[in-house]
């Protein structure tokens, strides 16, 4: 079994995130306090964030959720604790669960070269059935090559590597766990302005899907046919702004229509919060 050299003290991301990912205040808010000459305010200061996307399963497909955590250069370790503390009540309500087996451990974390190598307590259970497996390893695959500087993953318990690996995993190293289309950008629950940047990836026939933006009644506030840069059997990015002018729990879906009849297929969802 090769063995990877792994610390055991997580090595930070230095980069910043990639694929929409960044260090931010939340969304509608900013992080700048600074007045105009001679101006008071009594709001309190607003503690900057790094935000990012964390990869759980939906549907048995990987999903991301918005995580925000207080700002921070160590992205990467920060996203993969977010991973390992599993879905909160409101996102496991809404069919969101996790493969990683619970008490779970980071134990290092190290980039170089486009590959982060990953290495995880014994309470991963690398003796777990492959489908256990491999949706954990999708899960950590998807939400370390969200940031710009990890393209490869190896994953291990205490230095030995884990499931099937025989080369670094990407996002095509395991395809069954890949939803046919995949909404990246917003996230489940994150809170969104107008206009919504909504975008992902998709293999679907001659790269044509339609997107929809729902408000809290479930009305169609916007739909139109959106086309990715890659159809079927490739899989290609799609990317497209949408207004709107409601408050309050909204949905994003993006769907393939039928050529039979126009009927939806291989939907995707995702709750949002709408503050225009």
Known sequence: MRRL????????????????SETAAPTGTTADTDSAPGATSTEPALEPVTSFGVFFLRGGKVAPSYRAVPETEGVGTAA??????????EESGLGVSTAIPDGTKLLGLQ????TATVD????????????????SLAQIAFTLT??????????AVQGEPVGSQSAP??????????????????????????PVAISGTASVFEATLRVRLEGPDGEKLWEEMVTASEGAPGRGTFAVEVPFAATG????????P???????????????????
Not at 5 to 20: D, M
Not at 249 to 256: R, T, Y
């Open 146 to 155: 969200q940031f710009s500087t990890v393209q490869r993953v190896w994953v």
């Open 120 to 135: 995880f307590s014994p309470e991963f259970d690398a003796l777990r059935l492959p489908a256990s497996m491999d949706a």
């Open 258 to 276: 039928s050529a039979k009849d126009g009927s939806e297929q291989h939907t995707f969802e995702v709750e949002v919060e709408l503050t225009p």
């Open 5 to 20: 050299a792994i610390p055991l003290v997580a090595v930070l991301l230095l980069a910043a995130c990639g694929g929409g």
């Open 249 to 256: 729990p909204g949905k994003i879906a993006a769907f393939s």
């Open 80 to 89: 993969l604790n977010a991973l390992l503390a599993a879905p909160t009540a």
């Open 111 to 114: 980039v170089a070269d486009g």
């Open 169 to 194: 995993l990407t996002r095509e190293s395991l395809p069954d766990f890949t939803p046919l289309i995949l909404v990246e950008h917003p996230a489940l629950e994150e809170t969104v302005t107008s």
